[in-house]
């Protein structure tokens, strides 16, 4: 069994920073994806940005240029820089992590941030 802890939101107001960090533990292959989504009521989760085990990311739009997904230098550890925070980056933030060529899925319990203007 995979477990994936998040930890690293809060409150901040619109321009600040956060950075989210998530923890791997368990059966874990070497070669998998991690990632974060974002969820806020009424609406699907969606995609914030992405990284393999071998470095590559990948990242949703609302993301680009101002995000950045890392795996840091802890096995299974992914974290999210989060820059130029907007009110509507409001949401629960998921971890989650998938063996590469499997369709196993793991997912965090969330971590809340809050954008204030």
């Known amino acids: 069994q995979v477990q994936l802890v998040e930890s690293g939101g809060g409150s901040v107001q619109a321009g600040g920073s956060l950075r989210l960090s998530c923890a791997a533990s368990?059966?874990?292959?070497?070669?998998?994806?991690m990632a974060w989504y974002r969820q806020t009521p009424g609406k699907q989760r969606e995609l914030v940005a992405s990284?393999?085990?071998?470095?590559?990311?990948m990242y949703g739009d609302s993301a680009k240029g101002r995000f950045i997904i890392d795996r840091g230098s802890a096995k299974n550890t992914v974290y999210l820089q989060m820059n130029s925070l907007k009110p509507e980056d409001t949401a629960v933030y998921y971890c989650?992590?998938?063996?590469?060529?499997?369709?196993?899925?793991?997912w965090g319990q969330g971590t809340q941030v809050t954008v204030s203007s």
């Open positions: 990284i393999t085990s071998s470095g590559m990311t």
């Open positions: 368990g059966s874990i292959f070497s070669s998998n994806l």
């Open positions: 989650y992590l998938r063996p590469i060529m499997r369709t196993d899925t793991y």
